[in-house]
C-alpha cells in the first residue's frame, strides 16, 4: 500500500474528523513535489475529488466542503492531513487520498460515517 488513510469513524453531524495520509517508503523520494487530494466515494456514487493541495499552501475545495474542510501537509513527515469540521450526513463515505495525477493505488480508505 503506497497510501494509507486513517482517522475516520462515527461522528454526530455537527462534529469533527481529522483524516491522515501517510505515504509509504517506496514513494518518499516522490512525494514532496507531488498535488495530492482527498476524494470521498458514497455508496451508489462515483469517487470525487474533494479536497487539493498544490505546492505547500495552495488549496482548492469542492463548493459541498468549502468552509468545513481543510487540507493541509506535513512533507517531512510523508503525510497529508484533512481536517473536518461541521460535519453533514452527507459526508459519508469512504476518504481516499492520491496525487492529482493517480499514479499511485487507491488503498482501503477510512470510512466517515455521520449519523445520530
Known amino acids: 500500500v503506497q497510501l494509507q488513510a486513517s482517522g475516520g469513524g462515527l461522528v454526530q453531524p455537527g462534529g469533527s474528523l481529522r483524516l491522515s495520509c501517510v505515504a509509504s517508503r517506496s514513494i518518499f523520494s516522490t512525494f514532496a513535489p507531488k498535488a495530492m487530494g482527498w476524494y470521498r466515494q458514497a455508496p451508489g456514487s462515483q469517487r470525487e475529488l474533494v479536497a487539493s493541495i498544490h505546492g505547500r499552501s495552495t488549496t482548492n475545495y469542492t463548493d459541498a466542503v468549502k468552509g468545513r474542510f481543510t487540507i493541509s501537509r506535513d512533507n517531512s513527515r510523508k503525510t497529508v492531513y484533512l481536517q473536518m469540521n461541521s460535519l453533514k450526513p452527507e459526508d459519508t463515505a469512504v476518504y481516499y487520498c492520491?496525487?492529482?495525477?493517480?499514479?499511485w493505488g487507491w488503498g482501503q480508505g477510512t470510512q466517515v460515517t455521520v449519523s445520530s
Open positions: 492520491n496525487s492529482l495525477s493517480l499514479e
